[in-house]
């Protein structure tokens, strides 16, 4: 069975500085993993996805996430956080069907 | 292209009604899954469709059910509502190919008192 752990439920960042989100992921295959984001009363926006190829992946609004096999980790990050990048953010891996499997999401928030 | 479709946005009911919502997928899109998200439990899968039929499923009692339709819209109904199916329900499609992207609705919220 699958598993994504998402580290730290809560992260806080002033506005300006690096953002850093951490997800570690179990798969006994190679997975499809993804980064999504959820504003309030929204549903969920694709941030980035990683399938196969190249480990970098470049997303939205200036997002970017690393694929490291060696670690089970596709953490995510921005240079410079914005007010705007305040909301709730999903790592989720899916394998060989369709069914996502979700971290417990991380909630972004940008001081000023 | 219009995206994922969501009825109704917001639902009230009371313990042992049923309920039924449903999702209109991104035009061209055969796979539709649906999963409940609570702040308790955080996402869940409950199923996915294809071709009107149910291809995955989750680990949800059998009060929770679905279906598509051939022009592959698909509902979900819960009946003899419990407290706990309390949530927002979000619809997801995709094309039919493994590892695409899901692209999610804005959800319908579910209130059960």
């Known amino acids: 069975a699958q598993s994504v752990t998402q580290l730290g439920s809560h992260v806080s960042v002033s506005e300006g500085a690096l953002v850093l989100l951490r997800c570690n992921y179990s798969?006994?295959?190679?997975?499809?993993l993804f980064w999504y984001v959820q504003y309030p009363n929204q549903g969920l926006q694709l941030l980035l996805k990683?399938?196969?190829?190249?480990?970098l992946v470049k997303g939205i609004n200036g997002f970017e996430a690393e694929f490291k096999k060696s670690e089970t980790s596709f953490h995510l990050t921005k240079p410079s956080a914005h007010m705007s990048d305040a909301a709730e953010y999903f790592c989720a891996v899916s394998d060989a069907g369709n069914m996502l499997t979700f971290g417990g999401g991380t909630r972004l928030m940008v001081k000023p | 292209k219009a995206g994922v479709t969501q009825t109704p946005r917001y639902l009230i009911k009371t313990r042992g009604q049923q309920v039924t919502l449903s999702c209109s997928p991104i035009s061209g899109h055969r796979s539709v899954s649906w999963y409940q998200q609570t702040p308790g439990q955080g996402l869940q899968f409950l199923f996915e469709?294809?071709?009107?039929?149910?291809?995955n499923k989750g680990n949800f009692p059998g009060r929770f059910s679905g279906r598509q339709f051939s022009n592959s819209r698909s509902e979900m109904n819960v009946s003899t509502l419990e407290l706990g199916d309390s949530a927002l329900y979000l619809c997801?499609?995709?094309?039919?190919?493994?590892?695409?992207?899901?692209?999610f609705g804005p959800g319908t919220r579910l209130l059960v008192l």
């Open positions: 990683y399938t196969t190829g190249a480990t």
């Open positions: 997801a499609s995709s094309s039919w190919r493994v590892g695409e992207t899901q692209y």
């Open positions: 798969s006994s295959v190679p997975p499809y």
């Open positions: 469709y294809f071709s009107e039929t149910q291809r």
